[in-house]
Structures are given as structure tokens and as C-alpha cells.
């Protein structure tokens, strides 16, 4: 064991033991010398016979060397030293595959930290993988009622707990605020098994009626109001003008929820009160602990049966409620963006490491000398494949140390530049997972790069290479070949990529091209919360909302100005069923159903939002006037088919008997490409919920102003209104609606500029591959061509042969890449709209960019072709 | 090492590190060539090896602990690397000299009773 140590210890420090090793040999040999002229030799004779007695110096050296370490460690480390210096006696090349290999291997990295942190890493609650879901189609709300039944009969989860969305001010404390949170079920904390930094979850019975004024806080509402302020426990905190205590601070870490109202930065207690018996305003979400040893099919057959058994109750309010696990929600949208980037800078690694095996075939053509001269000293054939591998592996060491770099800078820049919030993006980190990614990457690369190389260069023919002094008019074709090959997937990989990048070009395109209905430019929103204010009582509210919106008719820069409870593409999307008068009574669950939304008069003619028949809502649609709703085209459609709905009266629940008005345009609702469905527009000032009379669970206005000018501009002016009128009314959500179109584009476009990115570094990479590999042929024809030129080949037929040899090689790699391109499209289908994943024009288009790139990279070499003087070549080889 | 060079003999694998550790104890510290000199004395010539081929010896028997090496200088003033048995290298000289009398003597046994 200890020489083990020694012997180890010496792999290391190599260079101390052979300097002893030098010195002890000639002392030894000094005293042999001595002993020889004792017995009457000259200092030469004796020196001479030294060194008989004595032996072989290098051999004894190499047994030494072999006894006191490790030889294969031994060779390793020589093998270091050498193909260290063999690296730096080519700068130039070392520098090239270093870069291309870093930015491979960085890249790759890079993303599968994303990858490793968002998909694969568990959410950060106790046990994540068995918290689901119950909700209805996987993502939808679900009543009061409908959870408690489940709840009650299910025996597959531990606990089944709901959370609402809550919105309070945060008021008598300046400045106002509009916070974003929840009330949860009192099990739904303990169920997560995060414990508070601070305090306690609630407790049992404090989700009744009356007893739910307690408040948990997330830390950086903590931090932000209260100055993290250690003694915060059981303080009074005024939400809607309502006091609650405060019992919890969760750690900085804790989020929750995490797909749905991911901002919520305050819990409090879910008390249903008189809604435990409602069945059709669905509000919750439900989340679930599975028990252990009940699998997720099991939990779904008995929920298919609970809800089968309650659909025939109350037709029509449990039907597809799906059982989902809760990471699926959290990354389910992200995952295949991320995978699609993943599989990219995968190809630009291969394209790197096919340009690097490039480099190196390149190279050991020049070393053929060298290699032949080591093989006549007696190197073996593995000996010297084992010494350009370890070199190459020398490379790729260094291009994963640079790539570590690059990762890491990378990654942060990713996540700064990412437009779109990644869910969990801020525990991406270069763990473990991602050094043995690294690690495994590395090795991957240097056996594709430089395995086959090694082995060529080894398998040279050695008297010939010394004959030919290494320049070799004839190169080798099986090398050949191996290049020809080498560039060919080079372009098909791209090809591939660049496919990819151009779908999603054309699909952003048309995503820009679609017609929100009304016009976006020049439009300013935000959302003023009347709480907990003065300006919230049922019978000021509407005086305030229209005085409001007059004056900021008033501000000059302002066109037009008008108010809407939630706004399309940025706010809340709320649906409502209702009944057509004079139609029969429709089946549970089969009634008409629209978006609805509640609009101040001027709504339309603010947004620009055009009504085709009819008319819009207006100043006397208030109180003391018969209801009105107008309707959107495809409700129109959908529900008077054939007929002129002007006139149709229907009814809602809670809402009473409306008269339609008017038809307006289809316009965006919630998703930016989705299909228009059935919209109507009610009248606020009709509507007692929004005017106060309904409780508090609508307490806002968004207020909309059309300005002249850059709508951003005038953010402060439109604050300033509002406060002149109550300094206490928070604001909240100021955003022009150019932004909100962005913001809803935000991810296609983040996904275009990666592939595009990506796409382009491939592209480059390809080129100066096929660049690579025409500079050098046309170097080693040199004498061919001179030869062709002398016997009277016109020097464009050369250029022309020369290029042909490129083109060919792409069009080649073009078509092999489009026919991977072609089975790889339905991957992409997902992430694209408008435009099929096997889009003519794209792949034309990149066939022509990808042949232009290889016609220009084999150009220079071929014009350096034609201009070979044939003398000059003949008389150099 | 050197074969077939008549009458001489090769050392006996795993030998040499016994060797070396007896001539140590008798002789105090050495360097490499006096080492091998002593050898060839003692051995009458009969034992020949390239004076080199000590050095893998040395280095083992220093490693396992056995002996220990330090530079001098030698009675004509030069410098040398002197080597000395060492605690460890005793014991293990007994136990090795007990296992080769052991050994040789199984082997004379064998040898004279077949004989």
C-alpha cells in the first residue's frame, strides 16, 4: 500500500524523480570512471569503459522509471508533455478547435443545466413526484361543492387540499398596493411539507367563516413591506380594509402555486361559507397528495367513478376531470421548446466535432513524417495512436474547460435575455448532474473527433511516407473518403438546424401577421383597485369610474379613453353560460357559453374595435335602461346561425334579460393564435357586480386610453389622475398594449433567436468546413492541377471543377439533411403556427442558402487553383 | 539482465532485493556502485548483472520503507547517493532470510532425495 503511495505520488512529481535518477547514474558512472583510471586508464579510456561496464543508460533509466511509478502513467504524462507541445507549435489550429469545441460543448451545457433544473430536477415540495392535480381538463377550475365530494369519498389521497385566486390592496400603508396571492384549504400547506421560516401554517378550523383573518407571508413580501422585520409574528396587516394577523413567513425558496398564479406572495385561509353547496362557479384549484403505494392510474379510476356517480346528480358539472401529476402542469408547456434547443446545440456540438476531425486529418497529413520517424524508432502502432488520442483528448480537456466557462456566463445571460418566465429558471445551476453531463459530453466528443483520426494517422504506410518526405502527392483515398464523409454530415446536421430555425421564422411571421380585431397601437392600460377606498362603495363607484375616465379624456395626449374588467391578452378570461329566450331549455351542460367582459361606454370606439351591425354600448346603458349585451361575430355564428341575433334577447344567471345591440369584429381573448370563440360584451354600468353591488371579488377597473403619441409616455400623467383622486387607490399592471401582444409572443420568439442562433453558429461551422476541406485538396492537387494546366485545361474549366467538387458534397448533405429534416418535422409541429413542419419553401430556402455558403467557401480555394503557375508546382513536388 | 553469458549467473528473481539488503547490513551505507562491486566480489565474478539493473531494487526496497537514501560524499570527494537499511529493512531481512532458508533448503531436499 505504501509503495502503491509512492509510486502514485511519483505519476505526479515525475520531474524531481528523474532528476535524481540523472544525477545518482552519473555519480555512479563518475566512480566507475575513477576506479578505471585507478587502474592506469587515460580519463577517456576510463570514461569509455564506464560506460561498458555500466550498460545501457536509457535502459536503466526505463526500468527505474517503471519501478518507481506506474508505466502507463508514466506514458500518459509523456504523452501530455508532447502533445501539449505539439498543440502549441500550432497555435493556429489549437486556438480554432478549442473555440468550436468550447462553444459545442458550452452551448450543450448551457441547456441541459436548463433542461436538468426545469424538467428533471423534482419541484421543491416534500415527495413532489406524488402531489397532482384534479382539475377539470387538466388545467380548468372546479367548484366548491364538487371539491368537497371529492374530498370526502376518494380513498387514493392522503390529503386533497384547493386554493383560490385573491387579489387584495394592501391599504393604510403607503404606498397602496395591489398584492397577488391565495386562499388556500387549511390542509394544503402541511400536505406540501414546507415548513414556515417563521410561525406556523393554519391551523385546523381556521378555513370557517369568520375565522380566516390570518395571513401567511412569502419571504420577499416580508422583506419588501415589513423590512424583514423578525417580530412580525401575530402584527395586524389591513388587506381590503379588512383586518388579518399574521402567522407564517414561508422561506425565500417556497413558491406556490406553481403553475397558476405563480406570484402569489400571501396565503390566507379558504373559507367557503354559504358557496360549500355551490356546483357551478368554478374558482379552485385542486392539488393532491397521492397515498403511498397508490399509483396515478388507480387515483384516476376511482376519480372516473366519483365523477360518473356525481355527473348523473348534477348532469353537466363533473365531466372530464382529469388527474394530472402537478410537475406536468409546472413544465408541460416548456418542455418541448426546451427539448427542441437541447437536440439543436446537440447538432452544433456534432458539427464541431466533424470540423475538428477536419482539423486534425488535416494535420496529421503534415505529421506523417514525424509519425513514420517514431514508428522507425520502434513505436508501436497503438503506441502512436495512444499519443494523437491523448493530444486530442488534451483538446477536448480544454474545450470543456472553456465550455464550463461559457456555460456558466451563458446560462445567466440565457436567463437574463429570456423574455418569457421559465417556470423554476432560477434554480438553474451547474450541479453535479451537470458535471457528469459535462464529463460524458467530453468523452462523446473526443471519441468522435478524434478517435478515428488517431487510428488513420497510425495506419499510415511507413516507408512510404518516409519516401515521400511526408507531402504525399497522393493522398491516401480511404482518407478521402473520410473527409468527403466528414463534410456531408456537416451539411445535413445544418441543414437540419437551419430547417428548424427557418419553421420557426415563417411561423413568427405569421403569428405577427394575425389581426387582434382592434387596433394595438397607441394604447395604454392599467388596472386601478377601488378596495378597501372610499371609491368602492356600491354608490360612489360608478360616479368615480366615470369621472375618472373623463378626465383622462381630458389629458392632453389622450384621444379616447374608456374601462373594462379584464383586458384581452393581459387580463383574467371569465366565462359564463346563459340562455337564448324562446329556444327550448337546453340540457345540463350543453347552454350557450361566452367570454364574458364588462365594458365602460367608449370601450369600442377607444380600442378601435369596429361593430359590423348594430350598434356599441353607450352612456345611457346604465341602471335605469333595459340590459344590452353586444355579442362578437363568432357568437353570432355560433348561435344564430343564419340569423340576425339584433334584437335576440337572452339571460344569465344573477344578470337578468339582455337585449343583443350590436356585432362586434372577433377579437384576441386570452391566447394570442387561438381561434376566436363566443364573446359578449356587457355593459358596466348595468352590471351591479362590477359597481359595487356584488361584493368585493370585482373591485377594479382597467382603465384603457388611446393616446397620440407614444402611449408609454403618459403613464405617469394617467397615475397621476387616478391619485388625484384617492392617494390610497393602488395601481397595478400598466402595460401598453403592444407590450401585452409581446409579452403573449414573447416565447416563440425567444425560441426563434435560439434556433436561430444555434442555426447560424452551424452554418459558420459548415462553411469553414467545406472550406477547410477544399483549401486542403486543392493544396495536395497542387501538381495535378499544374499538370492539367500545362497541358492547356482553360483556367475556368479548373475553377469550374474545383467548385464542382464543393457543391456536390453540399448537395449531397442537403439531401441527406432534408430527409432527416423531413422525419424529424412532426417534433416541431407543437411549437409551430401556421406553417407545416414540412414547409416547401423553407427547405428550398435553406437548400439555396446552405449551396451558397458552400460555393462561396469552396470559391477562394478554387481561384487560388486557377492561378497555379504549372512550372512552379511541378518543380516543388 | 544479462543470460547467457557462460558461466555466469543470473540473479534469481525476487532475489536481489535480499541481496542488496544484506550487503547493507554487513557493509553499512553504500552507494549504487560500491553495491554492485561488493556483489561481484563476493560473488567471485560468478554473479554478473549491468550495474544499472540495481536501480529498480533500490527504488522498490526505498519505497516499501526498507532502506533509506541520502546524498554524501564519497572518500574521493564526490557526490553520491548512499543508501542504509533501515528498521523496517532489518525486520524484513530476518523474515526474508528465514523464508529463503526455508525455500532453499525444501529445494536441496527435494533436489538430493530425487538424486
Known sequence: MRRFWARFHNVFDGGRAEWELAREVESHLALLQETFERRGLTPEEARLAARREYGSIEQAKELHRDTRSFPWAEQLRKDLRYGWRSLLRTPGFTAIALFALALGIGANLAIFSVVSAVLLNPLAYKNADNLVTVLHHGTGPVSPANYIDWRDQNRSFEALGAAEFWSPNLVNNDPPEHLLGLHVTQNLFPMLGIHPLLGRWFAVGEDRKGAEHEVILSYSLWARRFGSDPKILGKPMDLNGEEYTIVGVMPREFKFAPFWATGSELWAPLAFGDRIEERSGNSLRIFGRLKPGVSLAQARAEMAIITARLEKRFPGTNREIVVTPLKENVVGNIETPLLLVLGAVGFVLLIACANVAHMLLARTGDRKREIAVRAALGASRGRITRQLFTENLLLAGGGAAAGLLLAFLGTKALIAASPVYIPRVETVAIDGRAILFLIGITALTVILFGLAPAIRAAAGNLSGSLKEGGRAGSDSMRRNRLRTFLVISEFALTFVLLVGAGLMIRSFFALQSINPGFDPHHVLSMIVSVAGSKEADAGRREIFYRQLIDHVRALPGVQNASGINHLPLAGDLWTMSFAIEGRPKPRPGEAPEAVYRIVMPGYFETMRLPIVRGRAIGDRDDSRAQGVVVINEQAAVSYWPGKNPIGERIAMDGIGRLTVVGIAKNAAEEDWAAKPAPEIYLSALQSRDFLGDGGAHMAYITLVARTSGDPAQLSSALKQTVWSFDRNLPISDVLTMEDAIANKNAEPRFEMFLLGVFAGIALILAAVGIYGVMAYSVSRRTKEIGIRISLGAARAEVLRMVLWQGVTQSLIGSAMGAAAAFLLANLMEKVLYGVRPTDTVTFLSVGAILSAAALLAAYLPARKATRIDPMMALRNE | ?115
Open chain 2, 1 to 115: 539482465m544479462s543470460s547467457g553469458e557462460g558461466e555466469r549467473i543470473a540473479v534469481l528473481q525476487g532475489t536481489l532485493d535480499l541481496i542488496v539488503l544484506r550487503t547493507l547490513q554487513t557493509m553499512g551505507p553504500q552507494h549504487a556502485y560500491a553495491i554492485a562491486t561488493r556483489l561481484q566480489q563476493v560473488s567471485e565474478d560468478l554473479l554478473h548483472l549491468n550495474q544499472g539493473t540495481l536501480y529498480p531494487a533500490l527504488v522498490r526496497l526505498e519505497q516499501q520503507g526498507r532502506i533509506k537514501g541520502s546524498w554524501r560524499k564519497t572518500e574521493t570527494n564526490r557526490d553520491a547517493k548512499f543508501y542504509a537499511i533501515t528498521k523496517a529493512g532489518e525486520k524484513a531481512l530476518a523474515e526474508e532470510t528465514l523464508r529463503w532458508r526455508r525455500m532453499s533448503g525444501l529445494v536441496e531436499k527435494l533436489l538430493s532425495e530425487g538424486a
